[in-house]
């Protein structure tokens, strides 16, 4: 589906630690306005960014929780994302949330929003269902950082971008373990995933939304590519 793009929109892009970003909702609407009059259609899976982490935190101060819970809570903040998200684009978009990745086939509008669908896997995983259930070849992930890097760019000043690499090797920097919450450039469970379907994945850093245009008319772009 050559005019189908999936993009998975980081959470921290839509709630930032600063609170709701409505600006950049906005212009994200106007990119996917126009990319739309071109004939693109589009599938947005939200994530849960600080919400989902404040929430976390708190329920892991009035008591221990299994991961289940911990995700659960994850989840509903991406729904919750989502809802928001869904109506900033009115009438463009199906009325309705998906969650569960099967429910995305046979959708009509340009735009269709989905969020966390259950346990055990980041939106990263619901994303790639939602690729093999609709036979898209591509998707964007969208954070708040330019690239992959080969240590978290956090910590250490001497992280090194990586443009290119194969599954194998973000498979080796990231893991096989999901932990609600965690901060990787592509869930372990999601990476496992994709590799199998032989899908490939672009990490971009969604605030550049000349960059994501750039991404999605496929010309020279800033991210990092994974296949």
């Known amino acids: 589906m050559k005019d189908l793009i999936i993009l998975s929109l980081g959470g921290s892009l839509i709630a930032p630690k600063e609170g709701i970003n409505a600006k950049f909702i906005a212009d994200f609407r106007r990119l996917v306005q126009r990319q739309v009059k071109k004939g693109k259609r589009f599938v947005l899976i939200c994530g849960g960014g600080k919400t989902a982490r404040e929430y976390q935190a708190a329920s892991k101060e009035l008591g221990e929780l299994t991961r289940d819970a911990l995700d659960w809570i994850g989840i509903h903040a991406t729904r919750l994302n989502a809802h928001l ?29 989905a969020a966390g669908w259950k346990p055990g896997a980041s939106t990263d995983y619901d994303a790639v269902l939602l690729a093999r259930a609709l036979g898209a070849k591509m998707l964007v992930n969208l954070s708040n950082v330019d690239y992959v890097y080969d240590k978290d760019p956090r910590e250490h000043e001497d992280a090194r971008p990586i443009c290119e690499m194969r599954w194998k090797e973000l498979r080796k920097l990231v893991g096989n373990r999901w932990d609600p919450g965690a901060h990787v450039p592509f869930d372990p469970i999601a990476s496992r995933s994709a590799e199998k379907i032989g899908l490939t994945v672009v ?12 991404v999605i008319d496929g010309n020279t772009f800033t991210g990092t590519v994974i296949h």
Not at 85 to 111: E, I
Not at 203 to 214: C, R, T, W, Y
């Open 203 to 214: 990490i971009a850093n969604g605030k550049n939304l000349k960059n994501l245009d750039d």
């Open 85 to 113: 998200v869904r109506t900033a684009f009115g009438k463009l978009a199906s009325h309705r949330v998906v969650t569960d990745p099967k429910g995305a086939r046979g959708w009509k509008t340009p735009v269709l929003v």
